[in-house]
Nanobody, 124 residues
Framework: QLQFVESGGGLVQPGGSLRLSCAAS????????IGWFRQASGKEHEGVSC????????YYADSVKGRFTISRDNAKNTVYLQMSSLKPEDTAVYYC?????????????????WGQGTQVTVSS
């Protein structure tokens, strides 16, 4: 059974950094496309970043491009989301999920095995 556990969230000041982790169990991570989504209070899920299973291609939403970096450590079966230059509008619960092999089409309905999420709050 595919399972994810997200961690690394917290309270950070604007301009600060956090690294989120998405630890996988029940499968080998490098055979799955993994996406990061976020959901701010009262809003829909927003696709943030993705790393493809087939060739390691990455995707970033325009709102985080140049500030966030997704990476995968196959030995630890973990995907990371390094977030820098954080803004108050980055405040949300961040989730990782498994997507369609070889695709980073960031439609939430195409992703499954969602983790429980980790809260990121950017505030002074």
């Amino acid at each position: 059974q595919l399972q994810f556990v997200e961690s690394g969230g917290g309270l950070v000041q604007p301009g600060g950094s956090l690294r989120l982790s998405c630890a996988a169990s029940g499968f080998t991570l490098d055979t799955h496309t993994i996406g990061w989504f976020r959901q701010a209070s009262g809003k829909e899920h927003e696709g943030v970043s993705c790393i493809s299973s087939s060739d390691g291609r990455t995707y970033y939403a325009d709102s985080v491009k140049g500030r966030f970096t997704i990476s995968r450590d196959n030995a630890k079966n973990t995907v990371y989301l390094q977030m820098s230059s954080l803004k108050p509008e980055d405040t949300a619960v961040y989730y990782c999920a498994s997507g369609v092999q070889g695709s980073c089409l960031m439609i939430p309905a195409l992703f499954g095995s969602w983790g429980q999420g980790t809260q990121v709050t950017v505030s002074s």
